[in-house]
Every structure is written in C-alpha cells, then in structure tokens.
C-alpha cells in the first residue's frame, strides 16, 4: 500500500485520466500518424484491436479502476461506470453508456481505421513494375 499526501492521489488520478485520454484519442485517430510515420502502424494496431474489444466485450480498461482506486485513496470518492461513460459520454451524448452504443463505438472505431489505413495502403509505392 502506497503512503502519500492525500492531496498527491489526486494528481496521480488526473494523470491517469490524461493518460487514458491520450489512449482513447490515440486508438481513434492514432491512424493519421501512420500516414505520417509507418512505423507508428506496430504501436496502433494493437491499441486500436484493443479499444475495438474493450468496446466490444463491454469491458472496463485497466487504467479505469487503477483512477477509481487513486480517488478513493485520496479521498475524493470514485464514481460508477467506465471511463468513457464517465469522462467521454457527458461530452458527446446526454444519455449514460449502453450496450449499443458500445457496439457503435468500437464499430466507429474500425471504421475510422479502415479508412485511414485504406489511405496508408494507396499511399504505399508498390514494386518497380506497377505504375
């Protein structure tokens, strides 16, 4: 069991919601760099499976309790319900997280992947006959 100041669960808690939006934003969109830079492809792909399955499955990510738990250590109480439903949702929908519209997500996920790595592969020189 960690002893810290009260006041420093807080801040690990904000880091870790920072963290884990910086994972959903990468997982959506995380794409765009690999038109940039290929080599981004051999971290994004599993990043995107994974948020695809979590959204899927309707599981919880790791770094949602690991939060829920540095709040609760800290004493600022924790909260029902995933990270996106939490954090997410309240931006983009007035209703709570349900099960379709996890499915909707992690299609919207695939989706938007599909889309940026059907760019990535137009944009890939092919052999030396090919015009």
Same mark, same amino acid.
């Given at each position: 069991?960690?002893l ?15 963290l ?17 830079w ?36 800290g004493?600022?109480?924790? @909260? ?6 939490? @954090?997410?949702?309240p ?11 996890q ?24 052999g030396?006959?090919?015009?």
């Amino acid at each position: 069991m960690l002893l810290l100041p009260s006041g420093f669960y807080g801040v690990l808690a904000d880091a870790v919601v920072v963290l884990h939006l910086g994972f959903v934003l990468f997982v959506v969109l995380g794409g765009l760099l690999v038109l940039r830079w290929r080599w981004v492809m051999w971290l994004h792909l599993p990043a995107a499976v994974w948020g695809a399955l979590i959204e899927f499955a309707g599981w919880i990510c790791p770094l949602t309790p690991l939060e829920k738990w540095l709040r609760q250590e800290g004493g600022l109480g924790g @909260y029902e319900g995933g990270f996106v439903e939490h @954090y997410i949702l309240p931006l983009l929908y007035p209703s709570a997280l349900t099960r379709t519209t996890q499915l909707v997500l992690g299609a919207g996920v695939i989706l938007v992947n599909l889309l940026i790595y059907w760019q990535v592969w137009r944009r890939t020189p092919r052999g030396r006959g090919s015009t």
